[in-house]
């Protein structure tokens, strides 16, 4: 355990001398089951408490869509006419149904609210908030002019509620007014009893069966304490101490609010005792992992808004900044991920209409946000995950029936996790027809297969990883139909929010992924395995001829652009191109489509910054491709107007993956001149503040992560994408696939030097490289000479990895090209995003 004194304590923390005027604001904490924030004024804060299961149902959640009687017709329509005459098709039949669409939004809401009021004598000063990164705990401090004032909160992993103490340094100086506010919305009914020992809430949905209890009970207090009205006067006291629970119930007959009060009454110890069995939990997440980027001790140690707003104007991105944002990152992760993993918010909101009802969003958000689970070392959190996954399920299968009278699993667009939520597909009328898109599934099955890439365990491949795997697969069996190019054909189809068309690259590189997992899952069983999960011969047989009948990747060559115009696709994003031969990877592959992009999503690079598909040894021709497509949607970027995060993170996935570092570096600028971050370094979706939003939070340290070492099994590549800007640091404690610690990694571009401890669970040996092919000059295993030999006829070394023994690596380098573009083979990265201000952008390379 460090020293909260340390000098590596400075990066886990964050400080404000500026009250919050809103929520989104606010410092936050959480344990994955509640969240608080904390806001406002020195003498008047707010305290909202959230919990992740509360959602506010629909009035009317909408009708099954039935798709699957009409679903030949609606082929032919498409192929026909095109997708814009589908929708319409569609919508007709509903209408002769009398099918009914969703009314209202299920949106993420708050619990509740509790006010303090503090009474003070004289001029005050010396206000502080603060964000403890490595407890979870928040602190707020100020003075008047007789004493000091603190309130200090932290959400506890050990006893699951929130713990808040109110303490004065003079005794009997404290006077407070503690008030539980009770919820108010048009769709809710709520109950609030207040006594002496602290507020009892039952609230009630009025669209839904379900509801929630709270309480906040005042376990001690030294001073006199009377009920006022609907709120607790505490005079004369110097410290206080509230716990604060919050208990959702899907059938009135489960509300219990009196054993919630009662059970917070019986617990009997301090504050400290209190924090010390939490942050034994929190602790031992958040110091598995840490980070120097060569941060100075003033950046490190500087009042966030200054630093913030100090770095932004200078169109800067401090090492200090980073080092807090990539621990910020890790502390979002800790702080909402518990039996579900973060939602669009986290598990933070300060309103009842919370954008995009705060849900969970299958076409990227989700993976963004659990992005760095793995690799930062904290995989219990990924059972968060796993559970919301499988918690949906049964809804998949029936959408899979209903959308294509198929078996198997297909995930619907998005869902919102309340007590009684239903993840069924519903009828929506219009362009956002969800059940176009099939390969959302597929992609969140991915993650499921990483961590047993990372872990190594044989249990949850069988028992978990495999039987998801077979039921996309079931799907894609059903739903897939050869044309007349003897290829399988996706339709109805999509690219996520680009639009609708026949063939998305994104779609057949996602089904490529699942049967490929599924065939290499299946190498890793044994016999027993494979008969017990019914993988025969000819189901590997049947999972390989599917793959060699999946569409084959198309590219925008003098073929496939010479016209005319294919017209039948329906775009939501109406920015297309004019048809030309510019090498790039088709986002639709059906010769004379058009591109978008313009477009945030990234969908259709998913073979190159998610499953690895393309690599420029392996198939150079579509990492070619892929990168020219990178190229155009940097060159078509709106930079000023489109400010989407997940755009942001997902270009700079596949900057690093193309070894373009810099370009990666200059993405994370614009986090920070663009006004993404709030004073808790949690981010916003859109520039200048605009919708709070955690997405890029679980994406940032990944993004670190990949520029310092890209590891795939049999592989480790240190520095494959390392900008400019990070000439020298040190990171220690990441997870790396196949089973291998990163115990440290620390990396000097001047000195063109490489130190690394290696521990692997197994057994194994890895062929170990510096990004670029750049030559190396020296490769010394450190305590054990014969643990590394040259690969004849290669630019990397083979390391021989032995089970729980620590491997010392020191490799000298030769800079052979330059930082932020090192990999062989690549485009020059000779322009940039932004220019010194970090407001304007010019063209990329092409």
Known sequence: ?????????????????????????????????????????????????????????????????????????????????????????????????????????????????????????????????????????????????????????FVSRKSNFIVLEISCSKKGYLSCELRLKKPEHPDISSDLKTTVQGSRLTTSYRHDRGGYDGAMRLVSADGSVRKKADSISVREAQRLLLLIRVEPWSSRNDSAPNAIFDALGKEKKSYSAHLSSHAKLHSCLYDRVSIKLGGSAEDRDSEIDALLESSGTAGKLPHGLLEKIYNAGRYMSICCSGSLPPNLQGIWTGTWDSPWGGAYVWDTNLQLAVASVMSCNMKELQESYFSLIEWVLP?????????????????????????????????????????????????????????????????????????????????????????ETGYYRFSPACSPEVGFADNP????????????????????????????????????????????????????????????????????????????????LKEFAIPNHQEVYSHRHFSHLYPVFVSHEFDPRLTPELWRAAETAFNKKLEHWPVLTETATHRRMHAALCAIRFGRGNIAWEILMMLVSGKALFPSLMMSHFDNHHVFNVDGNGAVPEIINRMLVYAQPGEIEFLPAVPENLPKGCLKGIRLRKQILLKSLEWDIQAGTVAATLISDIDQKVLVSIGGGRDIRSFVSQGNPNAASKNSGEKNYIADLKAGTGLKLFITYKNQTSLGNNKKGRSNENSSLLDGTGKKYGSSSS
């Open 1 to 153: 355990m460090r020293s909260p004194n340390c000098e590596g304590s400075k990066l886990d923390r964050v400080y404000s001398k500026t009250p919050a005027s809103a929520w989104e604001y606010s410092m936050v904490s959480g344990n994955g089951i509640h969240g608080a924030m904390v806001y406002g004024q020195p003498l008047h804060d707010t305290i909202i408490v959230n919990h992740e299961r509360l959602y506010l149902p629909r009035k009317y959640p909408g009708d099954p869509l039935e798709v699957s009687e009409h679903l030949k017709t609606l082929r032919k329509i498409i192929r026909e006419e095109g997708y814009a005459e589908g929708l319409v098709f569609l919508d007709t039949k509903a209408a002769e149904k009398g099918l009914r669409t969703a009314n209202g939004n299920p949106s993420f809401h708050p619990a509740f609210e509790i006010s303090i009021s503090t009474a003070s004598h004289g001029k005050l000063s010396d206000y502080t908030r603060s964000t403890d990164f490595r407890t979870g705990e928040l602190s707020v401090s100020f003075k008047d002019e007789t004493a000091t004032f603190r309130r200090r909160l």
């Open 395 to 483: 809804f998949w299968r029936d959408n899979a029936k209903r959308i294509g009278g198929c078996r198997g699993i297909f995930a619907s667009g998005a869902f919102s996790a309340g007590i009684n939520a239903d993840a069924s597909e519903k009828h929506t009328y219009g362009h956002w027809s969800w059940m176009f898109g099939a390969a959302y599934a597929g992609w969140l099955a991915r993650i499921f297969y990483d961590y047993w890439l990372y872990t190594g365990d044989m249990e949850f491949l069988r028992m978990r990883v495999m039987p998801l795997l077979k039921e996309i697969s079931f799907f894609y069996e059903d739903w897939l139909f050869l044309d």
């Open 505 to 584: 690259a994104f779609e057949i590189a996602v089904a490529r992924d699942v049967f490929s997992m599924l065939i290499d899952g299946a190498k890793a069983l044994s016999r027993d395995n494979l008969e017990e999960l019914e993988i025969r011969k000819e189901t590997l047989s049947k999972w390989k001829a599917t793959l060699e009948k999946l569409p084959p990747y198309m590219i925008n060559d003098e073929k496939n652009t010479a016209g005319p115009v294919d017209t039948r696709g329906y775009y939501i994003d109406k920015a297309k191109v004019p048809l030309t031969a510019d090498g790039a």
